[in-house]
Antibody, heavy 120, light 109 residues
Framework: QLQLQESGPGLVKPSETLSLKCTVF??????????WAWIRQPPGKGLEWIGT???????YYNPSLKSRVSISVDTSKNQLSLDLSSVNAGETGIYYC????????????WGQGVPVTVSS | EIVMTQSPVTLSVSPGDTATLSCRAS??????LVWYQQRPGQAPRLLIY???TRATGLPARFSGSGSGTEFTLTISSLQSEDFAIYYC???????????FGQGTKVEIK
């Protein structure tokens, strides 16, 4: 059974880089059967797609974040990574990783999410 | 950029009744529409994909319909665990992007 678990610092200073990891259990992150994504949710607000990485290595980012975001895969650790630079307080929220069946465009399953606060 | 608009923002429904949620796309998205449920303190959960296909194990009281720009999620015989926030999501092939609606909260009347 595929499961995902996010991890990372809960507090990041404004203008610094937010770095998160997502460990995949139950499947190889290099499997051709899945794509991997990051999605975030500010407190009390809706969901915002951050970006997706395909098993081929191709990456797709939210145009509003594209200049500051990087998503990568570490096959040795079976982990997905997110780096978001120059963060501000408005980027406080829950960050989720999720998988999508290859060739499909829905996210299932999701990790439980990791809370991140951007504050000095 | 495709914008997804959900209505209403909040829906008050009595247990046992039917809830009808709407999602509108600003452009034709064919059947590339997904519905998720998010309970308080939990991650979103896949309900419906391809506009009308139920996820594995989802009760039949959940149904999705629509295509093009207008979509509906219907929940019949509402049970206590169904009171949650529901999000629609679309996928665009070019540029390759995924977009969520702002959500509809289904609350107990």
């Amino acid at each position: 059974q595929l499961q995902l678990q996010e991890s990372g610092p809960g507090l990041v200073k404004p203008s610094e880089t937010l770095s998160l990891k997502c460990t995949v259990f139950g499947a190889s992150i290099s499997s051709a059967n899945y794509h991997w994504a990051w999605i975030r949710q500010p407190p009390g607000k809706g969901l915002e797609w951050i970006g997706t990485v395909y098993f081929s290595g191709s990456t797709y980012y939210n145009p509003s974040l594209k200049s500051r975001v990087s998503i990568s895969v570490d096959t040795s650790k079976n982990q997905l990574s997110l780096d978001l630079s120059s963060v501000n307080a408005g980027e406080t929220g829950i960050y989720y990783c999720a998988s999508a069946p290859a060739g499909r465009h829905w996210f299932d399953p999701w990790g439980q999410g990791v809370p991140v606060t951007v504050s000095s | 950029e495709i914008v997804m608009t959900q209505s209403p923002v909040t829906l008050s429904v009595s247990p046992g009744d039917t809830a009808t949620l709407s999602c509108r796309a600003s452009q034709n998205i064919y059947s590339n529409l997904v519905w998720y449920q998010q309970r308080p303190g939990q991650a979103p959960r896949l309900l419906i994909y391809g506009a009308s296909t139920r996820a594995t194990g989802l009760p039949a009281r959940f149904s999705g319909s629509g295509s093009g720009t207008e979509f509906t999620l219907t929940i019949s015989s509402l049970q206590s665990e169904d009171f949650a926030i529901y999000y629609c999501q679309q996928y665009t092939n070019w540029p390759r992007t995924w977009t969520f609606g702002q959500g509809t909260k289904v609350e107990i009347k």
